[in-house]
């Protein structure tokens, strides 16, 4: 078992939004009273009973006053939230206690997969484990409530409306045309560029010197890329040997399909097309893997659908690379195809881009390639293509 309080990086500690609804005082009087949205903060110094709704990160369960383990969970009655997603202090967490009703949907014993998923509860602010918690929860569902705001575009860039304005009002092979004509314009990186452009681009948004990840979920140290065990290195989402088009600058140095991940996990993924099922992977909680397909986890099986649709608009075939395209075959061998999109569609609408993802995209265009992905701009473009 784990424990948040260690200080070297660990497991990523997921995220699951809570909100908590208050009066705008933080002081409950009568059933008119105001109600204002208070932060895990806020909610750990407001521990008197009060009925609340709270948003957090979920950080893994708690088993002690002072101690949360991030795997090898041992229960599903409670889970430890926080206002940070890398969040390492239990002082700065709230424990959500998981009654019998709900713990099918939000043990972590029985769904190690929801980190990284946001969620609603509403229950009462009272210590639970002798902790700052939020007890007896008459409501728990998945999402925050809320849309992530799209990180804003830098004064002096293009807005995403401009860029895409020759593809408003189009639809079907029109849009298609007019997204490639959009993105391949771009700057194209050197293969050992990509390292630095990972650490900026899938930074740890609450620890600037770790990066998140993909697969493993994992929060790790920035220094801590190359080959050795632990190590974590480039992952190409679309598999570059799916067209043969490996590591030259082009399609094997594209930062929109490529993420950081543990060495052993990306050899576990090889270049397997993506589909459910099979065995769990070592060191990659959720993620699942059988002899022709990988499976990601929940948390980023959407990220994994719009990198895959961003490479088949893309790369087309007409500047020297390869035409990529999904399909439903999870038999594809070295063809520049890769599925099953079937699959990939429903994880698109599934998992909707997130600000970690929103993020991602505004950095590559703005201080790496200068393209985007379209896809996480306008979800709504996937079926509007593929149908």
Not at 183 to 188: A, C, M, S, V, W
Not at 258 to 272: F, H, I, M, Q, Y
């Amino acid at each position: 078992m784990r424990s948040v309080t260690r200080s070297r990086p660990g497991r990523l500690i997921a995220a699951v939004v809570l909100t908590v609804t208050v009066t705008s005082t933080l002081v409950v009087t009568n059933a008119a009273s105001a109600a204002a949205t208070v932060t895990v903060s806020q909610a750990l110094a407001a521990q008197d009973g009060r009925t609340a709704t709270v948003t957090g990160w979920v950080i893994g369960q708690p088993t002690a006053t002072n101690t949360v383990i991030t795997s090898g969970y041992t229960g599903d009655t409670a889970i430890a939230i926080a206002d940070q997603a890398g969040e390492t202090s239990t002082a700065r967490m709230l424990y959500v206690q998981v009654t019998a009703a709900w713990r099918s949907g939000f043990g972590l014993l029985t769904n190690p997969s929801l980190r990284g998923r946001q969620v609603t509860a509403t229950g009462t602010l009272t210590a639970y484990f002798s902790h700052g918690g939020l007890k007896d929860p008459t409501a728990m569902s998945l999402g925050g409530g809320t849309t992530p705001t799209p990180t804003p575009t830098p004064s002096g860039t293009t807005s995403p409306t401009a860029y895409y304005a020759a593809a408003a009002g189009k639809t079907g092979p029109a849009l298609r045309t007019a997204l490639h004509a959009i993105i391949r314009t771009q700057t194209k990186l050197t293969y050992d560029q990509v390292w630095e452009a990972l650490k900026d681009t899938d930074q740890d948004p609450a620890n600037p010197a770790n990066v998140i990840l993909l697969y493993s979920g994992r929060s790790q140290s920035k220094t801590t890329n190359g080959g050795g065990v632990d190590d974590w290195n480039r992952e190409h989402v679309w598999a570059k040997s799916h067209g043969d088009f490996g590591t030259a600058t082009g399609p094997g140095t594209d930062v929109h399909h490529l993420r950081p991940e543990d060495v052993s996990v990306n050899s576990a993924r090889g270049n397997k097309d993506f589909d459910t099922g099979g065995s769990a992977v070592a060191q990659a909680p959720g993620c699942y893997t059988d002899a022709d397909s990988f499976e990601p986890r929940d948390a980023v099986k959407g990220d994994v659908a719009r990198m895959i649709l961003y490479m088949a608009i893309r790369y087309e075939g007409d500047d020297g690379w390869p035409d990529l395209e999904p399909n439903d075959s999870v038999a594809n061998g070295g063809a520049p195809r890769l599925g099953r999109l079937t699959k990939l569609l429903a994880w698109h609408a599934q998992d909707p881009p997130d600000a970690f993802e929103q993020r991602r995209n505004q950095r590559i265009y703005e201080r790496w390639q200068g393209n985007r992905n379209p896809f996480v701009d306008h979800p709504e473009w996937a079926r509007a293509i593929w149908g």
